[in-house]
């Protein structure tokens, strides 16, 4: 298709995502449509050789279940997609978002660094944007679907806008 911009079009550092999938019983009626949806915008599309990919299942408990750099065959991280459990009774995002902030560790300007959560139902949001993590929300683009929602934040990214827009208005 002509016009078409992929990833490797554009960008010039490497993507570090950090993928937090509901486990609980919320995604699990939406679930295909929601880890279609993921594997053919985001592992199809955005991820490129050597990009790194880490993906979470936010059950009951998080729990981390694939990290690898990207090469030319994807079908490992969709094959993990496919087979995440949602039969949680909760989604325990908090976790997850500390265990991904961890790895992340913090924006070096070296790699754009992305979490993305995905569940069935916003609400599963809420324990997790209380608080501190009310915050993420300032640099966040929200996606929803009829049947599921994704929030993606890019956590850390305020001092890099801070600075941008000093180093822009100081030009001005």
Same mark, same amino acid.
């Given at each position: 298709?002509?016009?078409?911009?992929?990833?490797?079009?554009?960008?010039?550092?490497?993507?570090?995502?950090?993928?937090?999938?509901?486990?609980?019983?919320?995604?699990?009626?939406?679930?295909?449509?929601?880890?279609?949806?993921?594997?053919?915008?985001?592992?199809?599309?955005?991820?490129?050789?050597?990009?790194?990919?880490?993906?979470?299942?936010?059950?009951?408990?998080?729990?981390?279940?694939?990290?690898?750099?990207?090469?030319?065959?994807?079908?490992?991280? &969709?094959?993990?997609?496919? !087979? $995440?459990?949602?039969? %949680?009774?909760?989604?325990? +995002?908090?976790? *997850? @978002?500390?265990? =991904?902030?961890?790895?992340?560790?913090?924006?070096?300007? &070296?790699?754009?660094?992305? !979490? $993305?959560?995905?569940? %069935?139902?916003?609400?599963? +949001?809420?324990? *997790? @944007?209380?608080? =501190?993590?009310?915050?993420?929300?300032?640099?966040?683009?929200?996606?929803?679907?009829?049947?599921?929602?994704?929030?993606?934040?890019?956590?850390?990214?305020?001092?890099?806008?801070?600075? =941008?827009?000093?180093?822009?208005?100081?030009?001005?």
């Amino acid at each position: 298709m002509p016009g078409l911009l992929h990833a490797a079009d554009k960008r010039s550092l490497p993507l570090d995502l950090f993928l937090i999938v509901d486990g609980s019983s919320m995604l699990a009626n939406d679930k295909n449509d929601a880890i279609s949806w993921l594997s053919r915008e985001f592992i199809d599309r955005i991820l490129v050789e050597g990009d790194t990919l880490n993906i979470w299942s936010a059950g009951d408990k998080a729990r981390l279940v694939y990290t690898e750099t990207i090469g030319a065959k994807k079908d490992a991280a &969709k094959d993990t997609l496919k !087979t $995440l459990s949602t039969s %949680g009774k909760s989604s325990d +995002f908090i976790g *997850a @978002l500390r265990e =991904a902030a961890a790895k992340a560790g913090p924006q070096d300007g &070296k790699r754009l660094k992305v !979490t $993305l959560l995905v569940t %069935g139902s916003a609400e599963a +949001f809420a324990p *997790a @944007l209380e608080g =501190a993590g009310a915050s993420l929300l300032r640099w966040s683009r929200f996606e929803e679907s009829s049947r599921w929602q994704a929030l993606m934040v890019a956590p850390g990214i305020g001092d890099k806008v801070r600075r =941008a827009a000093a180093a822009y208005m100081s030009g001005v």
